[in-house]
């Protein structure tokens, strides 16, 4: 199984370049599409998806062109749009009920796959309840459902672990990870954490464009020598924060322990560490860093 997606360009009306000429190919497994707020991942996903067409650049599933004869990989594909909308008078199972009929499924099947999907996303207990009613979380639980409901080979999940509690992320996670075994799962995040863990692929987007590909190995090495740690007082954490990329400030007793990208030693008595995907992503996209919500400030 392949989707290939090759010298994709999107530009939406009156806009720059929201996907410039990007080439991307994905066999089965999970593919983790990493950048940040408006790289371009939704647009991205949205074209793989079949829901938008590209401006220009051709997709294949399996050889077939995707834009000319969407059918083939819409009829096995499974899609989490970003922004996904439900119908709140319904029920969760009414809901999906519904969604299962209009993908055609016989009513038989559909009413043990809900149930089997509503155990899955852990929904059993609220099935019953009008989704208006629901949560954050438990509305992008529905939508995980509705992505699995006629048992996908491609699954396309645009931030899915968005508005979900690190319990529920775990599993998810890991859900994910296991139907990739033999899928095709493509997962778009800001989040490094929500992929290091279960993705041995890992594409970078930034600016439209793909900015790195590999496995963690491949993308940790790229970094090696470039990862610093060194324990400052405050103002010259501040110096360093304004001077180089920096990943991470923790304080403690001895100062403020301050871990930042340079080619060479920032400071005398600084230490190289190994890199981690953290580092590689602020590398690849300085000024990320604020949008993971994860850096906390330096103490001035
Ligand atoms: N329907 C649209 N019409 C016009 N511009 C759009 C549309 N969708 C996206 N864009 C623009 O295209 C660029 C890429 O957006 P996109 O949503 O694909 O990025 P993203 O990486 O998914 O970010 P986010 O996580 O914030 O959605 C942005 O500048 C965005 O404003």
Known sequence: MQLELIDVTKVYRGQKRAIDGLTL????????????NGAGK???LRIAATVTRPSSGRILFNGTDVVARPNELRQTLG???QDFGVYPHLSAREFLSYLAAVKGLSARSARSR????????????AAKRP???????MLRRVGIAQALLADPRVIIVDEPTAGLDPE????FRNLLSDLAADRIVLLSTHIVSDIESVSNDIAIMAQGRLRRRGTPEELLGTMTGQVWETVVGPAEAAQLQ???VVSRTV?????VRVRLLSGGPPTADAIAVPPDLEDVYLGVVPGSGASTGELPAVPR
């Open 25 to 36: 190919r994905i066999g089965t497994g999970l593919l983790g599409l990493l950048g940040p």
């Open 42 to 44: 939704s647009s991205l």
């Open 79 to 81: 899609f989490l749009p």
């Open 114 to 125: 809900i149930d089997e999907l509503l155990e899955l996303v852990n929904l059993t207990e």
């Open 131 to 137: 989704l208006g009613g629901y949560s954050g979380g």
């Open 168 to 171: 529920e992320r775990v599993r």
């Open 242 to 244: 304004a001077r180089y």
């Open 251 to 255: 304080r403690t007793t001895a100062g």
